[in-house]
T-cell receptor, first 112, second 116 residues
Framework: DTEVTQTPKHLVMGMTNKKSLKCEQH?????MYWYKQKAKKPPELMFV???????INESVPSRFSPECPNSSLLNLHLHALQPEDSALYLC???????????FGQGTRLTVV | AQKVTQAQTEISVVEKEDVTLDCVYE???????LFWYKQPPSGELVFLIR??????QNEISGRYSWNFQKSTSSFNFTITASQVVDSAVYFC?????????????FGAGTRLAVHP
């Protein structure tokens, strides 16, 4: 099973809302990732968790807050977002670095 | 510095044509990994292939083939006898030691349109 599941698939939120994106994998991967992808651009890395610890934060604004409750789950908590944060948010997982990452279908986020 | 260049922004072909997607990379590390991903309109990135820097063997998988040449820092992807289902955005990506191997650096992507 090479599946990464993300929920919700679509999300519309206001600038004062708090919401969370969820990601789940059952492949035994110990690295999990959040990427942000704007239209017609490549994915950009936001965060990496390795063995449930945050190992990379690509200088992401604090209005994005990641959480890794266990080795299978990854959340991205959103608060006070701006319209320019509207994008496709992709979760991925892999065995440790250098191996292929498997991506979920993403959450299309619109901030109004 | 790490960089991946996909110079072809968009390619349009007619079904059954062969098409090659170019990828040129930059890294100072001797150990690195290269990847190709396919992104159909649904949004999910689909893993196609991984290559490590010590393995320059070309690979063929069905209609797909990859040509890795360290001398020119290129990792090109060829689709033989293209089909409409091949229409997607294709990304080449790099991970290396300086990025801790967990960081994928993507090229800008090449949008492939295959017409019937």
């Amino acid at each position: 099973d090479t599946e990464v599941t993300q929920t919700p698939k679509h999300l519309v939120m206001g600038m004062t809302n708090k919401k969370s994106l969820k990601c789940e994998q059952h492949m035994g991967h110990r690295a999990m990732y959040w990427y942000k992808q704007k239209a017609k651009k490549p994915p950009e890395l936001m965060f990496v968790y390795s063995y449930e610890k945050l190992s990379i934060n690509e200088s992401v604004p604090s209005r994005f807050s990641p959480e890794c409750p266990n080795s299978s789950l990854l959340n991205l908590h959103l608060h006070a977002l701006q319209p320019e944060d509207s994008a496709l948010y992709l979760c991925a997982s892999s065995h440790e670095g250098g191996t292929e990452a498997f991506f979920g279908q993403g959450t299309r986020l619109t901030v109004v | 510095a790490q960089k991946v260049t996909q110079a072809q922004t968009e390619i349009s072909v007619v079904e059954k044509e062969d098409v090659t997607l170019d990828c040129v990379y930059e890294t100072r590390d001797t150990t690195y990994y290269l990847f190709w991903y396919k992104q159909p309109p649904s949004g999910e990135l689909v893993f196609l292939i991984r290559r490590n820097s010590f393995d320059e063997q070309n690979e063929i998988s069905g209609r797909y083939s990859w040509n890795f040449q360290k001398s020119t820092s290129s990792f090109n992807f060829t689709i033989t006898a293209s089909q409409v289902v091949d229409s997607a955005v294709y990304f080449c990506a790099l991970s290396d030691f300086s990025g801790g191997y967990n960081k994928l650096i993507f090229g800008a992507g090449t949008r492939l349109a295959v017409h019937p």
